[in-house]
């Protein structure tokens, strides 16, 4: 059983342009989380969304970020008009289904290093 | 606003030494406690506490979670220079099970 896949591993893009980050779940896992961790920083929750919903975009920058989890294939991050701010690791989670009242754990899939010149 | 603060920011040890990693958190809905290790990767996870006052060991780490002063400390024995990482703990708050995550601890570990 694979782990949570994402890619690219690492993305150059210059200031201006967009950035698309993918992330496939373990297989079963219907729960995807977006982290981003900024240098020197600790793990930013960003939003969680199910399949072809949003649940909670909380720590979403309110412009330019867009997040979806389509009903076939994987989740998509997507950050339109890249500004060197940007340049950090983003990580995705999966779980499987939520079961209320209870912590389902999170697999964490290996990052995409986003650097913008 | 959540928040979980983690102590020391960053250590230095040598073989053998044993170190205590701090974790304190004021989180709404507070429901678990995690701590991860992470090794310029992916983190990997290490413990979850849920219930106050049971200690949990691998190996020669081990974590207790004090729900009264809100707070959760990491023990490392006999500490190797594999042990080299940073140190997240990370708080599971609300209904949607988000992880809020310190700013870590660096720890490193001389020969």
């Known amino acids: 059983n694979a782990g949570v896949m994402q890619n690219p591993r690492h993305l150059v893009r210059r200031r201006g342009q967009e950035a698309r980050l993918r992330c496939s779940p373990m297989k079963g896992h219907s729960h995807v989380y977006w982290y981003r961790q900024l240098p020197e920083e600790g793990l930013k929750f960003m939003v969680y969304?199910?399949?072809?919903?949003?649940?909670?975009e909380s720590g979403m920058p309110k412009e330019r970020f867009s997040a979806e989890f389509p009903k076939e294939g994987p989740s998509i991050l997507r950050i339109q008009q890249v500004v060197r701010g940007d340049s950090a690791a983003y990580f995705c989670?999966?779980?499987?289904?939520?079961?209320?009242?209870?912590?389902?754990?999170?697999?964490f899939g290996p990052g995409t290093r986003l650097t913008v010149l | 606003e959540d928040k979980v603060v983690q102590s020391p920011l960053s250590l230095v040890v040598h073989e053998g030494d044993t170190v205590t990693l701090n974790c304190s958190y004021e989180?709404?809905?507070?429901?678990?406690l995690l701590w991860y290790k992470q090794e310029k990767k992916a983190p990997t996870f290490l413990f979850m506490l849920t219930s106050s006052g049971i200690e949990k060991k691998s190996g020669r780490l081990s974590s207790i979670l004090d729900k009264k002063e809100l707070s959760s400390i990491l023990n490392i024995t006999a500490t190797q220079t594999g042990d080299s990482a940073i140190y997240l703990c990370a708080a599971v708050g609300g209904a949607t099970n988000k992880l809020i995550f310190g700013t870590g601890t660096l720890l490193a570990v001389q020969p």
């Open positions: 989180v709404t809905n507070f429901r678990s």
């Open positions: 989670a999966s779980s499987p289904r939520l079961l209320a009242g209870f912590y389902n754990e999170q697999f």
């Open positions: 969304l199910q399949k072809e919903n949003i649940i909670d």
